[in-house]
């Protein structure tokens, strides 16, 4: 193992005078620092072919797990290997704006099979606020109903594979960060893809983790005949358990108990990284640590931006994390493809809301929501709109697109509807400023709005005119 001593220089400085190995070096265990430590990453441990079979492996002790997935300890287990706790601090983070990572992990079933072009089995976003010192993680379900830019509307798991397979640049992660920018509407500043090896070995290396099972949990261990079960309690598991307690989905709400648990295991990763001991092995080893790790990590983070991400988020409170999982009935409703498949069609306000709650600092709006008129943000919104009349008033639907476009609305079209009660806005995909701009303007009752979610509608709301509104003077 690595030490240091008042004669030879430390770890950073040694590995800095050699820039092309220390780029490799990043990818192979920085990342998973930074992820680990802020609290948001862990569920990054994807599924690819390719990873090195003759890599060098740690003397590691065995955490002693017995065939039901229990430790013979409730504690978390410290490699035997000595520690060293003195070691130079890496340059903290001197930006000041939010970053946002895009971590992925590939469908299981794609890497047995061989495929070429593997989908997304996992993908999360990470978040970190320098200014406030917080951070976030949003879990993002694969049966995900979206638009993949050049593609049309598909499963979000699946645009990787089409970035892949139709060799775009940026191959499948340019892809896949692209969709989810167009579909939270932020920015991804950085992707990583981890393999399962390296997830596995990882955890070994920091000694287990620590997790209070709610409930007993069937797990299959990658490599093992047959399942085990993880009991309810604290429980220390090693790499191999705790990735098939991440990974599995046969329990009561599927892949959403599965996102849950995956943040679990972040945070009890966050937890053993919290402890000088296991910090020190881990900055100390740095380059036995990359002969294991080095191949199972694909990102576009530089070595820089690793080393100071990693310090500056490390000490965000558990508090200061806010964690969310867009899930069925609140976010999205399960309904069928017209090709028949399985999905997950947004409910595009409410995942907008739970956008603005992990990457707002907690706020239940955008900062640039909070601080521009309504007008300003239906503008941004630039939802296509068209007026129907339902008021039976010859004349109304073509005075009201005169007097909305004076507000600077986009009307496409006027109409005739179904004669109407009462002034009814109806929201297509997903445009909750226009929303709200409109139902303070016309006076319109919470009852006549509706959200009818349809990725095919050529218009994003529609207006039908009722019989009481009147074009203010």
Do not use: C
């Amino acid at each position: 193992m690595t030490t240091l001593n008042a004669s030879k220089p430390s770890i950073f400085r040694r590995l800095a005078t050699n820039f092309g190995r220390l780029d490799r070096l990043t990818k192979g265990f920085l990342l998973a620092f930074v992820v680990a430590g802020i609290a948001t990453g862990a569920t990054a441990f994807g599924f690819v072919r390719q990873f090195v079979e003759s890599s060098p492996s740690f003397t590691l002790p065995g955490l002693a797990i017995h065939e039901e997935g229990t430790s013979t300890s409730g504690e978390a287990i410290t490699p035997e290997s000595e520690t060293v706790y003195g070691y130079q601090e890496p340059v903290p983070w001197d930006g000041s704006s939010r970053v946002n990572i895009l971590i992925m992990g590939l469908d299981a079933r794609d890497w047995e099979a061989g495929d070429n072009a593997p989908r997304t089995d996992t993908m999360m976003v990470l978040t970190y606020d320098p200014v406030t010192h917080t951070a976030g993680m949003l879990s993002v379900p694969r049966d995900l109903w979206v638009d993949i830019p050049g593609f049309g509307h598909d499963k979000i798991n699946n645009a990787y594979s089409l970035g892949e397979a139709n060799r775009l640049p940026g191959g499948g992660a340019g892809l896949a960060v692209k969709t989810v920018e167009q579909f939270l509407g932020i920015t991804i500043n950085y992707y990583a893809q981890i393999d399962f090896s390296a997830f596995e070995r990882f955890i070994d290396i920091i000694g287990g983790v620590k997790i209070y099972v709610e409930e007993t949990v069937e797990v299959s261990i990658i490599g093992k005949d047959g399942t085990r079960k993880i009991r309810p309690g604290w429980q220390t598991l090693d790499g191999a358990y705790a990735l098939a307690y991440a990974r599995t989905r046969y329990t009561g709400n599927g892949d959403f108990d599965r996102a849950q648990r995956q943040q679990e295991v972040i945070l009890a990763m966050r937890n053993q990284l919290a402890r000088e001991d296991i910090r020190a092995l881990v900055l100390n080893s740095a380059l036995e640590i990359y002969d294991t790790l080095a191949s199972g990590i694909n990102t576009n983070m530089s070595v820089q931006e690793a080393l100071s991400l990693a310090w500056s988020a490390k000490d965000i409170k558990v508090e200061e994390i806010t964690q969310a999982i867009i899930a069925p009935p609140e976010h999205v409703t399960i309904q069928t493809s017209p090709e028949g498949l399985s999905i997950l069609k947004p409910i595009t306000e409410k995942i907008r809301l739970l956008r603005d709650q992990v990457f707002a600092s907690g706020s239940a709006r955008s900062q640039l929501a909070l601080t521009s008129q309504a007008v300003d943000l239906m503008k941004m919104e630039a939802a296509n709109v068209v007026v129907n009349n339902g008021s039976g008033n010859s004349g109304i639907a073509d005075a009201t697109r005169a007097y909305l476009e004076g507000q600077g609305m986009i009307i496409v079209s006027t109409g005739n509807a179904d004669a109407a009660n009462g002034t009814t806005l109806i929201d297509y995909t997903g445009n909750p400023y226009t929303l709200q701009y409109l139902a303070a303007l016309m006076g319109v009752n919470a009852s006549h709005i509706f959200n009818r979610y349809d990725p095919n509608s050529t218009v994003d709301v529609e207006i039908i005119i009722g019989p009481e509104w009147v074009i203010p003077q």
